[in-house]
Structures are given as C-alpha cells and as structure tokens.
C-alpha cells in the first residue's frame, strides 16, 4: 500500500492496489488520477442523493474460501434503474476483484484477457457469446450507462458523467460476465452468490433496518 | 448481522425517513419510502403512476379512478419470512388476459436482500424469489437444478391495479406472457415482456404462516380455495414413498414365490384310471346306499408334512360324477377325506352355444405327514345318454406341488394400502391439475 497526499487538501490518499490509478479524496472529495508517486486534481465528486446499500469502503467478505475488503466503488445508473460496481482487493496475493450489486443480486467477478469479445454491434439480447475457458454465455441485456458517483480508490478513470455500454451475460451454474464497451472493451467473468455465503463483515447501517 | 445489524432492534416498529411530494396529477401527497431505488409509486388518490428515480416526480401515466382494492398486507408493514425481515412497499393485483382470473402481488424489500415476491392465489400463499440461472425449457416440462417441473400454466398477465412503490416503471394494463412449472411445493414461472425474461422460483407458504409473519387478521385472512399449483400434498408426498416400496415387494413377492415353485418336487405319487358302469339317472348317494367302491394300492408319500393334491378328471358329458374319498395312512390309520361332484353340461339355445361345470376337479390337503398311504374311493354317476356303458375315471395324487394360495394372499395383504395410498393421491392430483390446461389426468381441455 503506497500514501499520497492530496493535492486539494493534503490529506492522506490511500492506494491499496497496484493497479489503481483513480481515486476521490475522502476529506474533500477531490477526484484524482495518479502518475505513479504524483497525484493530479481532475474535479470534484458530487455527493449522492439517496443512498441504501448495505456496501461501503471498509466491508470484507469471502468468496472463494478467500477473503476480500471493499477498496472503492462506481455506481452507474441507466434509464430504468442503477447498480453498484465495488473494487474488492483479496488479502493474499492483492489480486482485485469486482463486487457487482445490482437489485439485490450480488456477484463476484474477475478480470479476464480476452481478445475475441465480440463488438457490441453484433450482439442482441440471447445473443449466445463463448468465453474460453468459461463456457457459453448468453446475452441478458445491453444497456447505455453512465457514472453518477465514484469513491475509494480505482483501476478506471470513473469520473462522473462517464459513459460505456454496459452487456450483461448469464451462463450455467450461477456464472455471469459483463462486457463494458468503452474507449477500451474490457470484459469479466464470475458467480452470482447469496447475500449470506459472502459473511460480509463491517456493512453500512442503513436507517430503519 | 445483515438484516438486523448491530443490536437486535424491532423491525416490525422502526420505520425508515420516508420522503413525501406532491402528485404531479391531482396535488394530493405521496409517500415514498425507498427513493431512489423505488423508480415509480402510485399516488393514492388518483392512481397516477409517478417517477420516483429523481427529484422531479415526473407523472408517468393517469388512470381512471377504480374502485379500491384493498391489499391484505397493508404498505409500509414488516414481517419475517424465510428467516429474514421483509417490509411490503408495493400491491399489484394482476389477471389473467384470457379468463380475467385475478390475484395478488405483494413486493417485498429488504435493503440487505433485495425484493422479493408474496403472491396469493386463491388464497394461496407462496414466496417468490427472482433467479438469474436459467431453466431449461422444453415442450411440457422445465429442468432447473436437477429437478423436472411440469407445465402447468402458460398465458398472458395483465396488471389490473397497483399501489406503492416499485424497482421498475409500473404501468397499469401492461401484459407479460407468463408460464408456471410445478414440482410442489416448488413453482418455476418465466415472464416475458418485449425486452426482457425473467424467470423465479416459487415456495408454497402455509396460509398460518404468512398470517402470523404480517398479523392478519379477519377479512385479511384469506380463504383457500382447491389445492395450489404448487401445493404440497401429504397424500402425494406418501403415494411417492409407499409406490417404489411397493413395487419393490411385489418384485421380492413375486421372486419368492419363483423360488418356492423350483423348490417344489411336484411328484405324481400315483395314477390309475378307474373305471365305472354308466347310469342313465341316478341320485346322489344316501348314507344307507351302497355304492361302487375302489381301493388303491399302497404308495408312499415322502417328506414329512408337505402337501397334497389329488386331481381327478372323468369324462362326464351332460352327466354327472361323484366321488367320496379317503385318503387313509397304512400306518396310523389317519383319514384326509374328500367329495367331490364332477359335471359337465353343454348345449346350443337361442343361437348361442353354451357350457357349465367342469370335468375336472383338485382337492388341496395343505399338510400331510409322511408315510405309507393308500385311498378308498365311493363313486356314483348319473345324467349319461347311455346306461351300462364302460366309462372311466382318471385319479392322480401329487405331492408337494407349487401353491399360489399364500402368494395371492400375500399380494392382496401388501397392496392394500398402496392401493388407497394412490387412490388419495390420485383425487389430490386431479383436483390439482383440474385448473390447468396441460393436466396429464384429462386427454384434452374443454
């Protein structure tokens, strides 16, 4: 884990990944991109209006029989709805993850380097997509989405008001993927679990529950 | 822990902030309690759908004021289902399109995990929870996690009346085509609108419980009417238990009794025709009268306490032959005696032919004790065309021949109760698929 200090405040900016190289103040709310030990001001994070997820920086949980902690977070909302996207760093090896939440339904995802992902103007909806080693993929929606807020430390340039299309896939056995076509295609691969089985430890108090 | 994080707190009486505007339509306030995630809500007044997504509380549609209908769970009320707090936000009562059959949607919502379905069917409760995996879906069944489900439903659902709040843009008259597979007490449905597919599992509740969970009480209580689709049935769930165990005793049973046929030496101990004088007619015997009488020679029936039969066969046509026997042990003078009438009648009436009787006859003596035996026989006929003819009669003894009495018994005994046990299934089954289109009990709809 490096420290930087912020440019707006001077407040500590932790990067707990390698592979991060955005982040948002969490004093000011100054949203910073990082070129390896300096740490450039881009703007200013908006706070969010309403807010009812039980995920915030800090959380840990188990997926994989290997524990992992919420590290940031990008949520982006689309014409009928939003979700939350939560960068997860596993403890070992420091490898990321993605903690998609959406709904309700939970998921955790990885990564993967894929070249043959095809182009988003050839899939539709059950659109039937391989992901070697994977397996079969179908096509479950295409939607346009845009970041309406972003905290903690990223992988991506998540400024708010940024937009990709965003592909969701579901395979057998609970598997999903989701493709995001933005200025780079980059697609990932996971399982959908229960609430319960992640043993979420240290989650936000919501207000009446 | 999620749902009751931090000390144990009430969830039934902690209400969250709820945040209250203006209806867009008619002015009157609206409540909503999740917004932001809740992207439409029903103004209570006018029926006015609102966009509850952002602060602008944009209308989304007006509709004609219908009369109310007044949901069982009131919004805003929270029970436990499942092991889990669930508070009710959202009422939608949807029908049928093509029989205007209705019943009820509850949307339930905990922040920790998500929504959740109350459906009530006929008084039925079940629980529904939205699935990502997807069933695989053939003609009249859906495979999901390594269980069959039949079809039992397939139309199209039209929202008839909503009130609260929702995850996604309510709209009133909005159709789904729906399709339900039963495998009680679970229900797999799939629901198609032009954009998407959703499909859920289904969980029958017991109408107690989701009674005490949200404290109904009188009206809201409902009434059950038949069986659900997805009820369980405690005659089914016997019928699939006492069935293989069933059939399997009936295989043993019935291998048993091939053994015991094998085992059995089914020897003919002794044989002899004998031979008679026909009477044209003639009357059973009185005790004083003295009738043609025939001794065996000895013979021997090995093996202690096996059994016996004697086969007697005459050629009687249209006439009539009796036998009195005694089966006598040469050494103990102990007596297994018989009579027997052997008749045979046949003729040509009416244009039809037609026969009674038999010419053949077994006495079965179940336990005789070994030895050396011997048999007296008094006959007497009558009815023969002729008198005074030669005839004869045939009189063999077997010992230990293959018996089916205890095995006819034994099958009789053994499915007696698997019989009423799928006799009460099958009423429960029939009653259950009475509702459906796709029910294996009938050969067509009408």
């Not at chain 1, 912020?6 to 103040?25: E, T």
């Not at chain 2, 202690?304 to 039969?309: G, K, M």
């Not at chain 2, 099958?411 to 429960?428: E, G, H, M, N, T």
Request: charged residues 25%.
């Amino acid at each position: 884990m490096i420290e930087l200090s912020c440019p707006a405040c001077g407040a500590p900016v932790a990067f707990r990944s390698k592979a991060s190289v955005f982040a948002v103040c969490s004093f000011c709310k100054t949203t910073v991109v990082r070129h390896d030990t300096d740490l450039e001001a881009v703007g200013k994070m908006a706070e969010l209006q309403y807010e009812l997820t039980p995920f915030q920086i800090g959380t840990s949980g188990v997926y994989d029989k290997r524990s992992f902690q919420i590290i940031g977070r990008v949520k982006v909302a689309y014409e009928d709805g939003f979700w939350n996207e939560w960068y997860t760093i596993f403890g070992d090896d420091g490898e990321t993850g993605w903690l998609a939440e959406a709904q309700g339904f939970l998921a955790m995802c990885f990564e993967i380097n894929d070249k043959s992902i095809p182009k988003i103007d050839v899939i539709r909806p059950g659109s039937d997509v391989v992901m070697p080693p994977h397996g079969h993929f179908q096509v479950e929606d295409i939607r346009k989405v845009h970041c309406i807020f972003s905290e903690g430390e990223l992988p991506v340039n998540a400024a708010q008001g940024r937009r990709s299309n965003s592909v969701d896939l579901v395979g057998a056995n609970q598997k999903m993927a989701t493709i995001e076509y933005a200025d780079t295609v980059r697609a990932f691969v996971g399982t959908y679990q229960d609430f319960d089985e992640f043993k979420f430890e240290n989650l936000r108090r919501i207000d009446g529950w | 822990m999620a749902g009751n994080s931090g000390e144990a707190r009430d969830h039934r009486k902690e209400k969250p902030r709820v945040t209250t505007f203006s209806c867009g339509n008619c002015g009157a306030p609206v409540t909503v309690r999740y917004p932001g995630h809740s992207l439409s809500a029903v103004c209570d007044s006018c029926y006015s759908v609102i966009d509850t997504s952002n602060e602008t509380f944009q209308v989304l549609s007006t509709y004609f004021k219908k009369a109310s209908i007044q949901p069982r769970i009131d919004l805003g009320v929270r029970g436990e289902l499942m092991g889990k707090t669930w508070e009710c936000i959202g009422f939608v009562v949807r029908e049928d399109v093509a029989s205007s059959f209705k019943w009820e949607e509850y949307l339930l919502f905990n922040p920790y995990y998500g929504y959740r379905f109350l459906t009530c069917n006929n008084g039925h409760w079940s629980f529904v929870t939205m699935i990502k995996e997807r069933p695989e879906r053939f003609a009249a069944y859906a495979d999901f996690q390594n269980k069959r489900y039949r079809l039992f439903y397939q139309g199209r659902a039209r929202v008839h009346y909503v009130l609260g709040e929702f995850y996604w843009r309510v709209a009133m008259g909005e159709e789904v085509s729906m399709a339900d597979y039963i495998d009680p007490p679970q229900m797999v449905s799939v629901e198609d609108d032009k954009d998407s597919r959703v499909w859920s599992v289904s969980e029958y509740l017991e109408p107690k419980v989701v009674s005490q969970a949200f404290e109904l009480t009188g009206e809201s209580i409902p009434r059950t009417i038949g069986i659900a689709p997805n009820q369980p049935s405690p005659a089914t769930a016997t019928w699939r238990k006492v069935g293989p165990m069933w059939a399997l005793f009936l295989v043993a049973l019935t291998g048993l009794q091939v053994f015991h046929c094998m085992l059995a030496k089914n020897i003919i101990e002794f044989r002899a025709p004998i031979e008679y004088v026909t009477k044209m007619d003639g009357q059973f015997a009185t005790s004083d009268a003295k009738l043609p009488e025939f001794t065996t020679p000895e013979f021997v029936l090995d093996k202690d306490n096996a059994n016996v039969e004697i086969d007697i066969n005459a050629d009687v046509d249209n006439s009539w032959l009796y036998v009195y026997g005694e089966l006598v042990n040469a050494d103990t003078e102990e007596l297994f005696t018989f009579e027997r009438s052997i008749e045979y009648y046949h003729g040509y009436e009416d244009g039809e032919s037609w026969s009674e009787g038999s010419k053949t006859t077994s006495i079965f003596m179940p336990q005789v004790p070994g030895g050396k035996y011997y048999m007296n026989l008094d006959f007497d006929n009558g009815g023969n065309s002729q008198a005074n003819m030669r005839q004869s009669f045939n009189v063999q003894v077997k010992r230990d021949v293959p018996t089916f009495h205890n095995y006819f018994w034994c099958l009789f005994l053994i499915s007696l109760y698997p019989i009423f046990a799928w006799i009460k299934y099958r009423q429960v089954e029939v009653a259950r698929w009475s509702d459906s289109d796709f029910s294996p009990y009938q050969s067509s709809s009408d």
